[in-house]
T-cell receptor, first 117, second 112 residues
Framework: AQTVTQSQPEMSVQEAETVTLSCTYD???????LFWYKQPPSRQMILVIR??????QNATENRFSVNFQKAAKSFSLKISDSQLGDTAMYFC??????????????FGQGTILTVHP | DAGITQSPRHKVTETGTPVTLRCHQT?????MYWYRQDPGHGLRLIHY???????DKGEVSDGYSVSRSKTEDFLLTLESATSSQTSVYFC???????????FGQGTRLTVV
């Protein structure tokens, strides 16, 4: 079984600054995917960024980037130029590769990020 | 936005009563999932379906059952609701070979 741990229950950052959210995971799988989801107060789950474990290059989506360390089983999210709209709960999630595993996610506990003006 | 609709969006029910939550999709995706979200636990998988009449248990399936008689509908039933089932429930869908799961808006269920 997989486990995902987010050790920061809450984080805060000033608008325009950079913040990093931490995530560690445990698995015996070699092929898998890692995700960061954003959940604003509206409760909608929004995919922020996705990383494929077999790709060494860190994924980037505009102001969002990850630091994927496969050997250390670490997957942190960096948000640059933080905006007020980034205020949300952020979830790290793991998914095994292949077959009926698609969509079967193991989530971390979540980190509440507050961006202050 | 992916076409996923959960109903109802909010429900308050009494302990011991049966409750059914509905997830409806218009994407014709093969896979459908029910998760529950609780503070300190993130989201946890309850049940999932990989086709009509094909379902299986997830991590926290005790006290829940599901049915999928049509591709577009996935029902979650609490046979006899308990206070520990007070939670926010999310439906998600995923296509064949698609690594992205799309989530519904969630249903807040309170069992009193």
């Amino acid at each position: 079984a997989q486990t995902v741990t987010q050790s920061q229950p809450e984080m805060s950052v000033q608008e325009a600054e950079t913040v990093t959210l931490s995530c560690t995971y445990d698995t015996s799988e070699n092929n898998y995917y890692l995700f960061w989801y954003k959940q604003p107060p509206s409760r909608q789950m929004i995919l922020v960024i996705r990383q494929e474990a077999y790709k060494q290059q860190n994924a980037t989506e505009n102001r969002f980037s990850v630091n994927f360390q496969k050997a250390a089983k670490s997957f942190s999210l960096k948000i640059s130029d933080s905006q007020l709209g980034d205020t949300a709960m952020y979830f790290c999630a793991f998914m095994k590769h292949g077959g009926t595993s698609y969509g079967k996610l193991t989530f971390g506990q979540g980190t509440i990020l507050t961006v202050h003006p | 936005d992916a076409g996923i609709t959960q109903s109802p969006r909010h429900k308050v029910t009494e302990t011991g009563t049966p409750v059914t939550l509905r997830c409806h999709q218009t994407e014709n995706h093969r896979y459908m999932y029910w998760y529950r979200q609780d503070p300190g636990h993130g989201l946890r998988l309850i049940h999932y379906s990989y086709g009509v009449k094909d379902t299986d248990k997830g991590e926290v399936s005790d006290g829940y059952s599901v049915s999928r008689s049509k591709t577009e509908d996935f029902l979650l039933t609490l046979e006899s609701a308990t206070s520990s089932q007070t939670s926010v429930y999310f439906c998600a869908i995923s296509g064949q070979g698609n690594t992205e799961a799309f989530f519904g808006q969630g249903t807040r269920l309170t069992v009193v």
